[in-house]
């Protein structure tokens, strides 16, 4: 199954990052919520005041089942979005959902009503990548060594970003206006020692983010003078997997 452009009158899309990094049974389902951010100018100069042009799509841009939480206000820029029972795909997982906004002429209500329950957190983010930026395209196989290095002491937390822009497939022709095919469902991270072994210690995985081309990780902690291979897995929503990688050499500086 491939992706698309959910409508093409809307403008804007949005990724959201839904946070399943604590969640271990498979298969299961979520609820979900998704604050919008007050502080997001391009969205509430752009929306109608009734929210009609706000819809949440899956990554394939099939829309979902979600509601405006009690208590939505255009005018004080209050939006809660509530997603119910969304499937999760793997264990320990950040999957990626749409935000689709900006079309004045909608009439059409796509929420409905749900029932949410212990919902999980989703996210929008705001950042732009500026620096610690890892391209995926043209990569050497992941079984040698990553082509990026960062360097960082133990007690430092840095993000990295990984771009999988020129990774995925696109279409022939149009649809919906958009060369859309192929879009990233979810991802899993990792921190590698030498031997290969995993250490959840070494990455914050709740602080993963989607954003326009880019997955954001976070490698914290380690042990001084040692590398490890930090490691981005794609599911795509056809079903690809791309892991990408950077090295992280962990390195105190002496006292001053």
């Known amino acids: 199954m491939g992706s698309f452009w959910f409508n093409e009158d809307y403008i804007y ?3 959201i990052t839904l946070d399943f990094s604590t969640v271990n049974t498979v298969p ?22 009734d929210f009609l042009d706000v819809v949440v799509t899956d990554s394939n841009g099939d ?7 009690a208590g939505a206000n255009y005018s004080t820029k209050t939006l809660v979005l509530q997603v119910d029972a969304v499937d999760v795909p793997a264990a ?3 999957v990626q959902y749409f935000l689709y906004y900006g079309y004045s002429s909608e009439s059409t209500d796509r929420s409905t009503s749900v029932t949410i329950s212990t919902p999980r957190d989703g996210f929008i ?12 395209y043209g990569l050497i196989p992941t079984s040698n060594q990553p082509t990026k290095t960062f360097i960082k002491q133990t007690t430092e937390e840095i993000d990295i970003f990984f771009s999988f822009q020129g990774l995925l497939e696109s279409r022939v022709t149009e649809s919906n206006g958009r060369l859309i095919f192929e879009e990233v469902d979810h991802v899993i991270v990792q921190s590698l020692d030498s031997a290969g072994s995993n250490s959840d210690s070494r990455y914050d995985l ?11 990780a976070r490698s914290i902690a380690g042990t001084n003078d040692t590398n490890y291979a930090l490691s981005v897995q794609l599911v795509t929503t056809t079903k690809q997997i791309y892991d990408i990688r950077c090295l992280v050499k962990v390195k105190d500086l002496l006292p001053s």
Not at 63 to 69: E, G, I, L, M, Y
Not at 206 to 216: I, S
């Open 13 to 15: 899309r949005q990724p």
């Open 28 to 49: 299961s389902t979520q609820d979900i919520e998704i604050e919008v951010p007050k502080e997001w100018d391009l969205f509430w100069d752009t929306i109608r005041s």
């Open 63 to 69: 829309v979902v089942s979600f509601a405006r939480k």
């Open 92 to 94: 320990n997982c950040l």
């Open 125 to 136: 983010f705001l950042g732009s990548p500026l620096a610690r930026i890892v391209d995926g």
């Open 206 to 216: 709740g602080e993963t983010r989607f954003l326009q081309g880019f997955v954001k």
